[in-house]
Each structure stands twice: as structure tokens, then as C-alpha cells.
């Protein structure tokens, strides 16, 4: 089993919808994570950091975290066609472990 | 704010040739990683160096090898390159913290042939 798992997609949400990502991971120990974007032929860029159980929000992105279940969530709020993209979930320690990505696309 | 510098940006090589890839930060940042990205694997630790004076191997170290030369660079080479090793290489640095993400150079496009 792979550490940490991503539905690859593409996911396709309407534009103005929200739009929600998933991540699973096998290390009960795991204490934070990361969600990184990647627009096509770009590096990753940075949108969120969590490691308390519940939720926390950014602007129009909410990250979901829940320990017990071993997953982290991310939700987009109001989905705009700039949000298409490929979406990393990274699970943190000394070093990022990466999912695959899904990739996003918001359909206007 | 120059960031993370890769270079170079694309390079085409034959098989069996050599090359390094090149990647300074200017963030003063402890820790510094490379990755290569390949369609449907996600992106995978080749090596890392989590302070000067230290690397490790990461998930796929076979046919690479590193260079930490001071805080700032931290440089990959390809011995004998090989067609497996088409891919994007991204160099990533980060303050050191877990709570501190990576930031990003803008990627390397290397094609073996």
C-alpha cells in the first residue's frame, strides 16, 4: 500500500460548485500534511498546511484533517476555471511524500 | 526573490552519456531535495540533504548521485544516463521545520534517447 493515495481523476466540477479532493495515508503516525498545486508544465506551488484535527480554512480553500480515519481533504469553494489543475497531497516528515495528484478540472 | 534555481530547463542526451543538474537556493533554507515527476507515478524522492554535510537516499537513488557543495547548492548527477531516466526533475528546499513546505525550482525537462 502506497503511503499516501489520491484519486488521479480527472475530477470535473461545474464552475461556481465546490469541488472536493481526497487523500488517504497508511501511517497512523503521520502528525502533517501539505496540499500543493500544479498547473500543467509548472512546479508545485504551496496552498495549504495542516495538522490539527478538524478543519482549516484559506480564503476559498478548506483543508480537512481527520486522524482517526487517516484522511485529509480539500475543498474549493466557488470554483473558478483558474482552479484546474493537478492537486498533491503530501504527507510531512523530514522529508514530503506525495500522492499522485488529481487532476481538476472546473468546467465553465 | 530568485527562490530555487534549476538548471538547465530541457536537456536531450544520448544514452550512456553524463550530466549534472544544478540547483541553488538563495532562502538560507537547512534542507534541500530532488524529485523526478513521470506521468501517473506523482513526484518521487530521488535524494535529499536534510542539512549541509548530509544527503540520503530517497525512494529511486539508483543511477543518480548528489552533491551538497555548501548551504546553497545542491546538484544531481547522471552518470550514465538511461532512457528510464526521461522525466522532469524538480529541486525542492525547505527551512527545515514540518511545518515548513518545500518551495519549488521551476523543473529540469530532461529526454535520454
Known amino acids: 500500500q502506497k503511503e499516501v493515495e489520491q484519486n488521479s481523476g480527472p475530477l470535473s466540477v461545474p464552475e461556481g460548485a465546490i469541488a472536493s479532493l481526497n487523500c488517504t495515508y497508511s501511517?497512523?503516525?503521520?502528525?502533517?500534511f501539505f496540499w500543493y498545486r500544479q498547473y500543467s508544465g509548472k512546479s508545485p506551488e504551496l496552498i495549504m498546511f495542516?495538522?490539527?484535527?478538524g478543519d482549516k480554512e484559506d480564503g476559498r480553500f478548506t483543508a480537512q484533517l481527520n486522524k482517526a480515519s487517516q484522511y485529509v481533504s480539500l475543498l474549493i469553494r466557488d470554483s473558478q476555471p483558474s482552479d484546474s489543475a493537478t492537486y498533491l497531497c503530501?504527507?510531512?516528515?523530514?522529508?514530503?511524500?506525495f500522492g499522485t495528484g488529481t487532476r481538476l478540472t472546473i468546467i465553465p | 526573490n530568485a527562490g530555487v534555481t534549476q538548471t538547465p530547463k530541457f536537456q536531450v542526451l544520448k544514452t550512456g552519456q553524463s550530466m549534472t543538474l544544478q540547483c541553488a537556493q538563495d532562502?538560507?533554507?537547512?534542507?534541500m531535495y530532488w524529485y523526478r515527476q513521470d506521468p501517473g507515478m506523482g513526484l518521487r524522492l530521488i535524494y535529499y540533504?536534510?542539512?549541509?554535510?548530509?544527503?540520503d537516499k530517497g525512494e529511486v537513488p539508483n543511477g543518480y548521485n548528489v552533491s551538497r557543495l555548501n548551504k546553497r547548492e545542491f546538484s544531481l548527477r547522471l552518470e550514465s544516463a538511461a532512457p528510464s531516466q526521461t522525466s522532469v526533475y524538480f529541486c525542492?528546499?525547505?527551512?527545515?521545520?514540518?511545518?515548513?513546505?518545500?518551495?519549488f525550482g521551476s523543473g529540469t525537462r530532461l529526454t535520454v534517447v
Open positions: 525542492a528546499s525547505r527551512r527545515g521545520y514540518s511545518e515548513s513546505g518545500y518551495t
Open positions: 501511517d497512523r503516525g503521520s502528525q502533517s
Open positions: 495542516i495538522y490539527s484535527n
Open positions: 503530501a504527507l510531512s516528515n523530514e522529508k514530503l511524500t
Open positions: 532562502m538560507n533554507h537547512n534542507s
Open positions: 540533504s536534510a542539512s549541509e554535510g548530509t544527503t
